[in-house]
Structure formats: C-alpha cells, structure tokens
C-alpha cells in the first residue's frame, strides 16, 4: 500500500505516460496515406459489387462488413511490435502447411477444385494464409544471413523446400494460378535477400525443360485454357466464352464508360463471373478508358508505398517482408488484369479488395498490418542481446 505521492505511486504515474507516449508516437509512424488508399480501393470494390446487382445484397453488404473487420484487424496488426511477429514466422507458417493438408483431405469442393476448408462453419482458403505466412518465413531465414552465406548452395535447401511444398500442396488442389503466384513470391524474396543470378538462370532452364512434361499431366480444364488463350475463337461458347465476352465488355465500355448500373454486358449477365475474378471488366464497362486507368493508378500507388515502405525500415527483416507483401499484391493484381484482358490464360485470380471474397480480402488486410507494422517499427534493433547485458 503506498501514500499519496509515494515511489510506488510516482513510479506507475511514469509507466502511464511511457506507455501513453509509446502508443501516441506509434500512430503518428502509421503511414496514414497508405491507409486511405486501402480505404478507397475497398470502397471502389464495395461500388462495383453494388453495381453487379444493383442492390446490396448479398455481395456489397458482406464485402462492405469484411472490409470493417479487415481494417480493425489491419490497424491492430499495425501496433504489434515487428519483433514479435518475426518470432511468429515459422509458427504461422507451420499452421497455414497442416491447413493445406487438411484441404487435400478434408476440403470442400467448389468449381471443380477442393480450395476451401470448412473451419467453425465458416469456408476459408488456406493457400491464402500461406502467401503471406511464406513471405514472413523466408524473410525471418535470410534476415540475418551474410552475403557469403546466402551464396552457400546448402544454406538454400530449406528456404527452397519451404516454398516448393506449398506450391506442390497447392497444385494438388487443383489451383495452377495460386500456385504460380506462391513460387513467384518465393522467388523475388530469394532476389531481394541477395541469391545469386545463377541460381535464377539455372531454375529458368530446368524450368524450361519441365514445361512439356508438367503440361501432359495438367488437368483438362487447364489445357483448355491455355488452348482458348492462343485461340478464343476455337470454343466459342464453352471455354472460349468467358475472355471473349470479357473483351466485349472492356471494348464497350470506350473512354468514358456506360455509366454506373448502366453496363450491358453485366446487366444481361453476358459477362461470367461478374463479381469475383472478372469484376474489372464490370468496372471498365461501366466507367471506361478513363476509370480503367484512374484504378490501375490507385493499384500501383498502393504496391509504390509498399516499395517505400521497404526501402525506409533499417533492418533487413521489414525490407524483405515489405518487399513479399508489396510483391504479393503487385501479382494478384497483374494476373488479373493480363487474364481478363486475355494476355494470359485464365486462372481464376482475384482482384484484390475489389472481388467479392472472404479469404483473400481478410488476408490483404492482416498483411497490409504487416507491412504497416514494419514502418512503426521500422528500427527496431534485431541484434541478439548477450547474457549479462
């Protein structure tokens, strides 16, 4: 029990503004710009959701509750020390691995594919969890490795069977394009940790060599679309149907677009898919050349601020780990775009924050977290401390 004015008493009176003083410097290091760019793309995805129907529900209404829990669990995820998740790396990763598994085993199917895992009643896609669980991962192994290390062809051997037994699992599920996009995070986070070229170069030839066997064992579907994408026009109305009425969409919607709720390729439900994988088309459609661009810029100036963001942070783990996310979305958003335009064939990757979608939306917002986290933490000191210091 201690008197008015007291050690004890002015001792807490000093935690209480150390502690004040912490939270206080913490939210004024949150890139507040960052946020509000999160903020205006999922409101953009919300307004396109909307337009899919024309009411709010089902798609708006959800999306819109996602995006409140994504941004409390986003801003939360901000304030943990960047130290302690880096200790949570291979746990994190471990679970996501064991959930992939039970995916295989016990997963649910849906459009031909046994992607999701029915966890407390609610579907979630474990390959989701596990892009942003192997960025961490991988940044926490080459963290702290020297550049003569790093060129030990060893010291790669588990950091490359890290990545190629999610990408196996995946593959299995069968899900090609969320598959590609985990080895191609793997990879440019190899890069930015400081892998020598010649590992790049000798993957891209043994990778090369692989591509008529890994074809002959693709599943049909998937050698459809790679068919359809050299040549729509060759099943016109079945696996050729979804990029062509696509492109009519993108084509119709001409500089200044149809106007909202107006698009007709979405409002006849010619355009497959509308609200999940092919929703930019339903957005260009609707708000043409002009809001095409004005998007794709709101894109990239969120994966620009995650490159600054990496570039800011003083220690080598919140570089890479910036890098991965920024990384990550930077693909999604690539790959979705280059299929929906028919550059690519089609794998059925989401938009992020726009497409309608559980999983992945809770994921961008808790890496988005992340990657917050690192720029409030951005020098945090990683040096081990030594006994008796």
């Not at 892998?195 to 074809?215: D, E, K, M, N």
């Amino acid at each position: 029990m201690s008197v008015k004015g007291g050690p004890l008493q002015r001792a807490e009176g000093r935690l209480l503004r150390v502690t004040s003083f912490d939270f206080t410097r913490k939210i004024a290091r949150i890139n507040w710009f960052f946020v509000a760019l999160v903020v205006l793309l999922g409101g953009v995805g919300a307004l396109s959701l909307y337009s899919a129907t024309g009411a709010f529900d089902p798609y708006a209404k959800r999306q819109l509750l996602r995006l409140a829990v994504g941004f409390a669990l986003m801003l939360a995820i901000a304030f943990v020390d960047i130290r302690i998740i880096a200790r949570l790396a291979w746990p994190l990763y471990a679970v996501s691995l064991v959930l992939l598994v039970m995916v295989l085993k016990f997963g649910s199917v849906g459009l031909g594919a046994e992607r999701w895992l029915s966890i407390g009643g609610v579907a979630v896609q474990p390959s989701e969890f596990m892009k942003v669980a192997l960025v961490l991962a991988l940044a926490h192994w080459f963290h702290r490795a020297s550049w003569e290390r790093i060129g030990n062809p060893f010291f790669l051997l588990l950091p490359l069977a890290a990545t190629l037994l999610p990408v196996v699992l995946i593959l299995k599920e069968p899900n090609l394009g969320t598959a590609l996009i985990v080895l191609a995070i793997g990879a440019t986070t190899f890069f930015a940790a400081g892998v020598r070229l010649w590992s790049f170069a000798l993957a891209l030839v043994l990778g090369g060599l692989a591509t008529p066997i890994a074809f002959a064992h693709l599943h049909g579907y998937q050698k459809a679309r790679i068919l359809t994408f050299l040549d729509p026009a060759r099943d016109p109305l079945g696996a050729g149907y979804n990029i062509i009425q696509a492109k009519i969409a993108l084509g119709s919607g001409g500089m200044w677009g149809q106007g909202l709720m107006h698009a007709s390729q979405g409002r006849l439900d010619f355009l497959p898919e509308k609200e999940t994988d092919f929703i930019f088309t339903l957005f260009a459609e609707q708000f043409g050349f002009v809001g095409s661009i004005a998007l794709v810029g709101l894109l990239c100036l969120i994966v620009c601020t995650a490159g600054a963001i990496a570039l800011s942070s003083r220690h080598q783990f919140g570089r890479l780990v910036a890098f991965g996310i920024g990384m990550n979305f930077f693909l999604y958003v690539f790959v979705n775009l280059a299929m929906v335009m028919g550059l690519i064939p089609v794998g059925g990757v989401p938009l992020p924050l726009i497409s309608y979608g559980g999983s992945a939306l809770l994921t961008t917002m808790a890496s988005f977290g992340i990657l917050l986290s690192v720029q409030v933490h951005g020098d945090a000191d990683f040096t081990p401390k030594r006994e008796g210091v």
